[in-house]
């Protein structure tokens, strides 16, 4: 099967493609079992196989660049200004291999809540089969991340043993909204940073024929968590939802920062606490974290995730609201 059925959208200089995206409504009822399984037709219609999608051969471009430049951490910098054009490139083949080592770590933890999910219902209903097709999706992303790792030549950014360990609390976590709430925190982020760098014809072909496929299949587990979360929202008093807003509102804090690691920036002569501070307090953090986040937010605004003073005041924080939702 070929990705040449992704169609573009200009929005802005960039296209933004809307293709498969989940549209799920946070306020109407959905019935979980009906769309498990149409999810589970278009999981056998619609997988890819990236040993074969992805042209491995072929050798890098010279010319060609790994992430879209007005993303990259250190834009828009005075670090950034001292780089030359190699070094700019440099940091961005970096930060790819740190998103794609985070992406394997995130994909691990969610497949362990979806083998969890697997056994919670009747065990051979819709519901359950479609978390062991997602598990089967991510499984063959990890290791398409693993394989465009390893041919940069640029070994995994790795997290450290003490944050592995408390992600390991979340298998503790009680399934419900905030679990799938940090699923899609995870899936959306990069969804959407996918969805405008795999239309810039500036990047390496096989960046942006990953980044296709990555999107193409994340468009049904979007949809997914978000319908699981809806009805979660909707089927827990108020005590128990405000326990899932707050869960993943501290998630969402987590998960920001950690997404580009600071040992990376030793690669252009940059120290990781300097290159750090640099990323956390320069010009473009909010609105690249705004720009990857605001679908995801206004979903959870509608389904009832974004209320209550502690909440909102984390997610602020967070600096990934979109202005109007952070003013209120
Ligand atoms: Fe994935
Ligand atoms: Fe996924």
């Given at each position: ?59 890098w ?23 030359s054009?190699e ?21 691990n ?66 399934l ?136 909102m ?16």
């Amino acid at each position: 099967m070929t990705t040449s059925d992704v169609r573009a959208e200009t929005n802005g200089q960039i296209a933004v493609t809307t293709d498969g995206m989940a549209r799920v409504s946070g306020r109407r009822p959905i019935d979980l079992q009906r769309s498990a399984g149409r999810l589970l037709k278009t999981s056998v219609e619609k997988f890819y196989d990236a040993e074969v999608d992805i042209d491995w051969d072929s050798p890098w471009l010279p010319d060609k660049a790994w992430f879209p430049e007005h993303r990259l951490s250190l834009y828009g910098t005075g670090l950034w200004n001292r780089l030359s054009e190699e070094q700019k490139i440099d940091l961005g083949k970096h930060e790819l291999v740190s998103i794609l080592s985070f992406g394997i770590y995130a994909e691990n933890l969610l497949s362990m809540a979806l083998l969890r999910l697997n056994t919670t219902g009747d065990l051979v209903d819709n519901k359950a089969l479609y978390a062991l097709a997602e598990v089967g999706d991510e499984s063959r992303h990890s290791t398409m991340f693993a394989r465009l790792i390893a041919k940069t030549g640029i070994p995994p950014y790795k997290l450290p043993p003490g944050f592995l360990s408390l992600a390991k609390i979340l298998h503790f976590v009680p399934l419900g909204p905030s679990i799938q709430g940090a699923t899609l925190l995870i899936e959306e982020i990069l969804d959407r940073a996918q969805r405008e760098a795999m239309n810039d014809e500036r990047l390496q072909p096989q960046v942006r024929q990953l980044m296709k496929i990555h999107v193409l299949e994340e468009a049904r587990h979007i949809t997914f968590a978000r319908s699981e979360l809806v009805e979660g929202m909707r089927s827990r008093g108020r005590i128990s939802r405000a326990w899932h807003r707050g869960v993943l509102a501290v998630v969402a804090n987590l998960s920001y920062p950690i997404l580009i690691n600071p040992k990376l920036y030793r690669a252009v002569g940059v120290h990781p606490v300097r290159g750090f501070l640099a990323c956390q307090f320069g010009p473009h953090y909010r609105e690249n974290l705004q720009f990857m986040s605001e679908p995801m937010i206004r979903f959870f605004d509608e389904a009832g995730m974004m209320e209550g003073r502690f909440t909102m005041f984390l997610w602020r924080l967070t600096r990934s609201l979109p202005d109007d939702i952070a003013r209120r």
